[in-house]
């Protein structure tokens, strides 16, 4: 082997075989031989490269070249241009179907994916009602290696090395979360699934809840016990009727298996897991409001702190961690934290699901890691704007984040960096908008939706969402002045410092990046401006309220 | 029964992972074929459950006994629901999409039948699971 420059590696998978990989392999290694470099290229067979349906595949390492559809017949041409002259056989290099463009690198190919699948992992692969069709996948692994072989302590450590932090919308780091309850003094605790899910266009959630069950309730058990809970309630919207049933089946399942129930894996540690309905109110997804509709109350959030970590359900210790934040446990348990942290960006690991809707070409749903840009989201991924139309914005974080717009697309996402160009992670609504859609009309339409879903238990939240509403609809009938978008950005700023939680606190972003970002299309609205609707320079000199708004 | 230790777990992984294996390389051997269908709020909605039970139909008319149809969640291809993948020992998983009831002679006849793939359904699948 010392002396070997080059690996030829020929694909012996099934599918490849059936189409004469063997003879391809032989062919290679004689003519090598024949050329006398058997000395410095060597011929392997592999595995599948999944890429079946271009087979037989040669793979050139370290080159990285990637040859499809070799037959026995190019195997002279790949050893005399590629292994002895240097050079790559263009006319079997793969050839991306849209652009016919040929490419020869494993990376470069759409093929080879931006998108990696960890909480979505199993879903679309299993019978999300057969459990051994989970544990043929590896399930239930996790929480028997945490149980036997792993201390409470190790499992909070391995989790917050991991880096995960929650999906839920606050980013907030999970292992941290699950450090604080545990260090709570109490004899019971809780753990808490948060399946509420309000974000308007985002399904992630209910997706892996019917797609994979399982992973949600093995992760629950592996916080339980963690944290010393031996009691955890998924909290899901009454709106999911699916997703409830295969979720009862599969704990059902699991009970039946010992999976759930007392002395799981033998061990000291028992635990099971209740279901609780929600009726489908976005304030109910704020975690003490959550709390409080879990205990029967009307579903109204609570000052923190104290945090439900400290003082949760019925008053003791409780753990609220989102459904995709979950999913993603049992594999850093088996693969460990490194694994984990060793995808995503600095600050933000692993991966993120996103729900693409609006108006792009591939609505649904995608997983990526952090770090990706918009543009890869966008365009690569989601194949781009519906009708060949041009991208205007994309709104994520839902009803409380903003618009992104074209010049902020090739920010790798995470986080910190979506707030850094004021919008917000979120739950991973992604919403996209084109050349057409009007933005005053984009922040009118979530202004409603948290109007009509702010609980109204703050004043601020209460009448400042309806007043905020009010504006808008007056600036989009044509009957507004400049006081009026004056108020409109005062008001915002307003509601957002003195609301109660985050619903309201957030509610105005979507206000305050488009007038930040589309200035003119609020103007267009306005009666006192000198120009026509939707075109035309705004000339602050006659307006002397666009002194107060610049300031 | 219960489990009671991870190596009980891992002989009951054992024994499933027939169930599976098919699915994720196409690269076991034997004649068990599978149709997977994508059975979540947004393909059932789309017409998943009619898809299904036509696939069930051609099966029991056509009186073929290997082929083995599983509802499954959804990969998240909202934009081509109801979406169906067709694995066969020694080949690689297709994925067709689009798959309305009246879809399915086609792709049972062509590719079920005669080993034929129907080209124009099949989506490609752009993601990789961990
Ligand atoms: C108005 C509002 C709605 C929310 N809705 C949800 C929701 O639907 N699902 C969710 O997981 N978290 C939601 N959250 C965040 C929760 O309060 C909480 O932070 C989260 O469940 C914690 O889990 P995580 O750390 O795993 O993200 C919402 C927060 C606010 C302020």
Known sequence: MSKTRTNIMVCGGTGCLASDSEKVAKNLELIIKARGYEEEAKVIQTGCFGFCEQGPIVKIEPDNVFYVRVG????????????????????LLYKEPHHNKKIGKQEDMEFYKKQLRIALRNCGLINPEDIYEYIALGGYEALGKALTQMSRDEVVKEVKESG???????????????????????????????????????????????GDPHSVIEAMAIGGYAIGAD??????????????????????????????????????????????????????????????SCEGKRGEPDFKPPFPAQEGYWGHPTNVNNVETFANIPPIITKGSEW???????????????????????????????????????FDIGGGIQGGKKFKAVQTGGPSGGVITEEYLDTPIDYDSLLSIG?????????????????????KFYLEFTMDEACGKCAAGRIGTKRLYEILNKITSGKATMADLDALKQLSYMVKGSSLCGLCQTAPNPIISTMKHFWDEYLAFIKDVDHSQGEGEYDGAKNKDNLMLKA | MK??????????????LEKVNLREKGDVKGDKVEILVGMSTCGISSGARETLTEFIEEIDKSKINNIKVVPVGCIGYCHSEPTVQVNIPGQKPILYGNVKKDKVHEIFEKHLQ?????????LDIDFERA
């Open chain 2, 114 to 122: 005669n080993g034929e793939v129907v080209e124009n359904m099949v």
């Open chain 1, 340 to 378: 984990f942290s060793s995808i995503g960006t600095e600050k933000s690991k692993g991966t993120k699901v996103f729900a693409l809707a609006g108006k792009i070409n591939n609505v649904g749903l995608v997983e990526v890691p952090m770090g990706t840009t918009l543009r890869e989201i966008i």
């Open chain 1, 72 to 91: 026995p017949k190019d195997a002279k041409d790949i050893v005399d241009e590629h292994i002895v002259k240097g050079r790559k056989v263009e006319r």
């Open chain 1, 231 to 292: 009691k955890g309630i998924v909290y899901i919207r009454a709106e999911y009727p699916l997703a409830i049933s295969r979720l009862k089946t599969a704990i059902k399942q699991s009970r039946e298996l010992g999976l759930l129930g007392k002395n799981i894996f033998d061990s000291d540690f028992s635990f099971d897991i209740d279901i609780k309905f929600g009726a489908g109110a976005f304030v109910c997804g704020e975690e003490t409001a959550l709390i409080n």
């Open chain 1, 423 to 443: 919008s917000m992670m979120g739950s991973g609504g992604m919403i996209v908008m084109d050349e057409t859609d009007n933005m005053v009309n984009i922040a």
């Open chain 2, 3 to 16: 489990v009671k230790s991870l190596d009980e777990l891992k002989k009951i992984r054992e024994e499933s």
């Open chain 1, 164 to 210: 995960l932090r929650g999906r839920g919308g606050g980013g907030f780091p999970t292992g941290v979360k699950w450090e604080i309850t545990k260090s709570q003094e109490s004899e019971v605790k809780f753990i808490i699934c948060n399946a509420d899910e309000g974000d308007p266009g985002a399904f992630m959630d209910r997706s892996i809840l019917e």
